[in-house]
């Protein structure tokens, strides 16, 4: 008997990203909550000596820790229909540049104030608009359903768990993302995601992460 175990935080989308990997795959797996960034467990300081982050995938005592690696290996490890897509080059790529570029953006604009702030709305803005120009192409202008083209994929299961942060940025950026003008495909893309049995149970809710955002916050800067 085969024994998958999670480490993660309930508000980690990096963690969410493997719980939706695991649940498109149907493999079972025992949950382990963390609670960070002062309580980690042992089990987790030893599985992750390196970073000490969640999420770790343990596959019969075998750790495998970053998000992106974990949602390979769990392409290579289970299942017959690949997340995977056909052009993988691509969507690593993008799913690179959510981790890098995108995501720095969007805490950017959780952690400061003023004229830092504004750029970072800024460069937030500009960061989607390359990722609609990515689903554009990826979906075929719009004829396929995902980023992945007609399959739920690789680059859909990293992005999805950052747009529940989105609420969480225009309230502290006290800004409106404007989706229908400027992002349809995204906008199109989000209720569609939302639609599926995966992302539907493993994404926080809105309201949950605008806590979680207004904690961060306020270690940073005093309103
Ligand atoms: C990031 C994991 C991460 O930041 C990945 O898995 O893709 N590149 C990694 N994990 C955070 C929780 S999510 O905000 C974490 O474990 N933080 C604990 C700490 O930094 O002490």
Not at 108 to 122: F, G, L, N, T
Not at 177 to 200: G, H, N, Q
Request: hydrophobic share 40%; glycine share 4%.
């Amino acid at each position: 008997m085969e024994q998958v175990k999670v480490l993660s935080s309930e508000t980690s989308p990096f963690g969410m990203r493997v719980l939706i990997a695991l649940e498109e795959k149907s493999v079972k797996y025992e949950y382990q909550q963390e609670d960070l960034p002062f309580n980690k467990s042992d089990l987790l300081l030893q599985m992750n000596p390196v970073y000490k982050k969640v999420p770790v995938l343990i596959h019969n005592g075998q750790p495998i820790c970053e998000s992106l690696i974990i949602l390979e290996y769990i392409d290579e490890t289970w299942g017959s229909e690949k997340i995977l897509p056909y052009n993988r080059a691509l969507a690593r790529f993008w799913a690179d540049f959510v981790d890098k570029k995108f995501l720095d953006s969007g805490i950017r604009i959780v952690k400061s104030e003023d004229e830092v702030q504004e750029q970072a709305k800024r460069d937030f803005l500009e960061n989607l608009q390359y990722l609609e120009g990515a689903l554009e192409k990826m979906s075929a202008g719009g004829t396929l359903p995902f980023f992945g083209g007609k399959d739920f994929g690789f680059l859909d299961i990293a992005f999805i768990p950052f747009t529940s942060w989105f609420h969480a940025f225009e309230t502290i950026g006290n800004f409106k993302i404007p989706f229908e003008t400027e992002y349809p495909m995204l906008d199109a893309w989000v209720k569609r995601c939302m639609e599926r049995e995966s992302v539907k149970k493993n994404l926080l809710s809105s309201d949950r992460v605008l806590e979680t955002a207004l904690k961060i916050r306020k270690r940073f800067v005093v309103d």
